[in-house]
T-cell receptor, first 111, second 113 residues
Framework: KQEVTQIPAALSVPEGENLVLNCSFT??????LQWFRQDPGKGLTSLLL???SQREQTSGRLNASLDKSSGRSTLYIAASQPGDSATYLC??????????WGAGTKLIIKP | NAGVMQNPRHLVRRRGQEARLRCSPM?????VYWYRQLPEEGLKFMVY????????ESGMPKERFSAEFPKEGPSILRIQQVVRGDSAAYFC???????????FGDGTRLSIL
């Protein structure tokens, strides 16, 4: 059974720093892995999706990598800004096309 | 192009009442997914539907919960005889296909008194 873990659960860094959020999964048989952002009381915004055949995806200051052999994905945020403060969720799609979710990393960027 | 629309945004029910949550997928999307997020927890898959068909309901409780996605109109998640433990945020997502990005609505926050 697929399990997704995110470390750390919370992270607070000064504005301008580069940072990495980690996501690990137990079953390498995933179709894709998606990173989302969730603001308090809001829905989820899809940030990046990496298909199982891909190694990374980039969008602006965000870069997500996928290493199926080690069961890991990372989300790299460059030059962090206070507006990046949110909870970041990763989710892996299993063979039943279900998204299996991590519990999230709550990120605070201090001005 | 409107995104995934969920209503109501907030719903308050007393124990024993019924809750009906609605989800209109993005235009052109025929796949709908429902997820539940309990306070301070991650999202859990509930059910996956295509038009008029339930594809996978393995994450949905066997009793009191049901979902539909009719040929016309929104997808409905129905919870009968609600209990306090049903209090959660319920999110709907839609996609063009089963391996395509899922786009999420803003959720319905259900509170049971």
């Amino acid at each position: 059974k697929q399990e997704v873990t995110q470390i750390p659960a919370a992270l607070s860094v000064p504005e301008g720093e580069n940072l990495v959020l980690n996501c690990s999964f137990t079953d390498s048989a995933i179709y894709n892995l998606q990173w989302f952002r969730q603001d308090p009381g809001k829905g989820l915004t899809s940030l990046l999706l990496i298909q199982s055949s891909q190694r990374e995806q980039t969008s602006g200051r965000l870069n997500a990598s996928l290493d199926k052999s080690s069961g890991r994905s990372t989300l790299y945020i460059a030059a962090s800004q206070p507006g990046d403060s949110a909870t970041y969720l990763c989710a892996g799609m299993d063979s039943n096309y279900q998204l299996i979710w991590g519990a999230g990393t709550k990120l605070i960027i201090k001005p | 192009n409107a995104g995934v629309m969920q209503n109501p945004r907030h719903l308050v029910r007393r124990r024993g009442q019924e809750a009906r949550l609605r989800c209109s997928p993005m235009k052109g999307h025929s796949h709908v997914y429902w997820y539940r997020q309990l306070p301070e927890e991650g999202l859990k898959f509930m059910v996956y539907l295509q038009k008029e068909n339930i594809i996978d309901e393995s994450g949905m409780p066997k009793e009191r919960f049901s979902a539909e996605f009719p040929k016309e109109g929104p997808s409905i998640l129905r919870i009968q005889q609600v209990v306090r433990g049903d209090s959660a945020a319920y999110f709907c997502a839609s996609s063009q296909g089963n391996n395509q990005p899922q786009h999420f609505g803003d959720g319905t926050r259900l509170s049971i008194l």
